[in-house]
């Protein structure tokens, strides 16, 4: 049995909580900068800035750049958590920090970057490139040989059709079906989805 600690005391480290039960490993405490509970589910909560954070850990947040801004800031060695009831190919490539939930499925030469979120009941399919700190949403499917830029978010029950690049730290809407390339740092939406506006990144 591993000993996981989490980064984050929010609604997305009580799913990674129960992914860490279903595997029969255990969480053995969860740090907050700004801590709102003592402890969740029975787990005690610790602010980070006032104890010594120890790992394997997970950063259990669901923003995108707030999590990589505290996966930097870490020292810690990072753990992955797949749920049992998720498929992952053998020749898929998960990344470490990242979090696969309940029923995703990942495909075959599919690759995960550090940190990411393939949330509830996600496709990732074959050869897909899913940069670092990627969400892809609940429900949301990548067809095959997409590539997800750093930072992107994948709204829920969206579909890529195959070959599509999705720019870096871009926003697609949840519902949207995306038919052609999306460029850095936009948000958009649609279907077909059609870039919206700009967003800093």
Same mark, same amino acid.
């Given at each position: 049995?591993?000993?996981i600690n ?6 997305? %480290?009580?799913? /990674? ?6 595997? @029969?490993? #255990? ?32 950063? *259990? ?19 992955? @958590? /797949?749920?049992? *009831?998720?498929?992952? $190919?053998? $020749? %898929? ?9 309940? =029923?995703? !499925?990942?495909q075959a030469?599919?690759? /995960? ?9 996600? #496709? ?12 892809? #949403? ?9 590539? !997800? ?8 029950? *969206? ?15 949840? =519902? *949207? !079906? ?9 948000? @958009? ?5 059609r870039s919206?506006?700009? /967003? %800093?990144?």
């Amino acid at each position: 049995m591993a000993k996981i600690n989490l980064f984050g005391a929010s609604g997305h %480290a009580k799913v /990674i909580m129960d992914i860490i039960a279903a595997r @029969a490993d #255990s969480v053995g405490c969860l740090y907050d900068d700004n801590p709102r509970f003592d402890a969740i589910h029975g787990v005690p909560v610790y602010a980070a800035r006032e104890i010594e954070l120890e790992g394997p850990l997970i950063v *259990s947040i669901g923003a995108n750049p707030v999590r990589k801004l505290v996966a930097g800031r870490v020292p810690q060695e990072f753990a992955t @958590a /797949i749920h049992p *009831s998720a498929v992952v $190919s053998p $020749s %898929a490539c998960i990344g470490e920090g990242t979090v696969v939930m309940q =029923g995703a !499925v990942v495909q075959a030469d599919a690759r /995960i970057g550090r940190h990411c979120i393939v949330n509830t009941g996600a #496709s990732v399919d074959h050869e897909c490139k899913v940069e670092d700190y990627v969400h892809i #949403s609940p429900h949301a499917t990548l067809c095959g040989n997409v590539h !997800v830029g750093e930072g992107a978010w994948i709204g829920a029950g *969206s579909v890529v059709i195959p070959g599509v690049r999705i720019g870096k730290w871009c926003v697609v809407g949840a =519902g *949207s !079906v995306v038919v052609r390339d999306i460029p850095d740092g936009v948000v @958009a939406y649609g279907s077909p989805c059609r870039s919206v506006k700009k /967003i %800093a990144f």
